[in-house]
Each structure stands twice: as C-alpha cells, then as structure tokens.
C-alpha cells in the first residue's frame, strides 16, 4: 500500500502564500489521478483540486484561481501552491488518489494550515 506524507503547512498571514507536499512511498503514477483535500473544523473533508497522471488538473469552485495543483511523477509528489490566503482557508490538508472516501481508504495524517486576520 502506498504510503501519503503531506507537509508545508504552518502559520500565515491572510494575502500570505504556502506550498504543500505530498510525497508517497510509493509510485503516484500508478495511482492515477489524485487529489487535494481539507478538513475545517467541524466540517466534512471536502475536494479542493485535482490532478490526472497526465498534468489535467480541476478545481473546486472556491479554491480556483488562487491554488494550483501539480505533480512530479519522477518524484512521486504532489503539490498545492496555495496563493492570497484568507482565514477560511485554514483547516487540514490532506493529499490522496482522486475519489477517496474517509472510513474505507488509507489517509495520511494532513498538514494543518492556518490563516490568520
């Protein structure tokens, strides 16, 4: 089983800019299209991008234009290039294969991201 390690969260200022990684044991190639994901407090663990092995990325309505998605094959990372932060977007970020169902799939343990005012 391929193994998520996301890390680059942290502290920032609302306007302020992070980078997440998203690094498996494993080959993503052979995943296929994998994901993004947050879950704020109180809240259900919701899509926020996506990406096909082939560089095809979606977003969700939210987050688009702001982040984007990408993915090193070679280095078996995704990444979220996260731009003009607001406090709404502070929450867990987690990376795992497009279509992935909290309580039936493996999940890392996130990366916490948080804006501050």
């Known amino acids: 089983q391929v193994q998520l390690v996301e890390s680059g969260g942290g502290l920032v200022q609302a306007g302020g800019s992070l980078r997440l990684s998203c690094t498996a044991t494993?080959?993503?190639?052979?995943?296929?299209?994998m994901g993004w994901y947050r879950q704020a407090p109180g809240k259900q663990r919701e899509l926020v991008a996506a990406?096909?092995?082939?560089?095809?990325?979606n977003y969700a309505d939210s987050w688009k234009g702001r982040f984007t998605i990408s993915r090193d094959n070679a280095k078996n990372t995704v990444y979220l290039q996260m731009n003009s932060l607001k406090p709404e977007d502070t929450a867990v970020y987690y990376c795992?294969?497009?279509?992935?169902?909290?309580?039936?799939?493996?999940w890392g343990q996130g990366t916490q991201v948080t804006v501050s005012s």
């Open positions: 990406i096909t092995s082939g560089g095809r990325t």
């Open positions: 494993g080959s993503i190639f052979s995943i296929g299209a």
């Open positions: 795992n294969q497009a279509g992935a169902v909290v309580g039936r799939d493996y």
